[in-house]
């Protein structure tokens, strides 16, 4: 078994920026390739970005590429989610999640997640 705990939302104004933190326990294996997503209310789980098990290939959906930036480090078991230039639509519970494929934006190819973390965005 793998947890995942999520960190970092909140409460930020139009344009601001947040940092999430997904820290991985027990099984954990640094080969596993990481990912986010979100859900707002009444919408379906949607893909936001993943990063390979080495760091070394990123993938982004479009409505946030150039705004934030996925990124994770192994010694610490830990993925993080840099949002920048945040919109009122960027509002979801935010979610991390472990493939042991490659890479994936679907997410039931993803076996294990967490929790989630709020992250509401005011205009």
């Known amino acids: 078994q793998v947890q995942l705990v999520e960190s970092g939302g909140g409460l930020v104004q139009a344009g601001g920026s947040l940092r999430l933190s997904c820290a991985a326990s027990?099984?954990?294996?640094?080969?596993?390739?990481m990912g986010w997503f979100r859900q707002a209310p009444g919408k379906e789980r949607e893909f936001v970005a993943a990063?390979?098990?080495?760091?070394?290939?990123?993938y982004y959906a479009n409505s946030v590429k150039g705004r934030f930036t996925i990124s994770r480090d192994n010694a610490k078991n830990t993925v993080y989610l840099q949002m920048k230039s945040l919109k009122p639509e960027d509002t979801a519970v935010y979610y991390c999640?472990?493939?042991?494929?490659?890479?994936?934006?679907?997410?039931?190819?993803?076996?294990?997640w967490g929790q989630g973390t709020q992250v509401t965005v005011s205009s």
């Open positions: 027990g099984r954990t294996r640094s080969n596993y390739a």
């Open positions: 999640a472990v493939t042991a494929v490659p890479w994936s934006q679907t997410p039931h190819e993803y076996q294990y």
């Open positions: 990063i390979s098990w080495n760091g070394g290939s990123t």
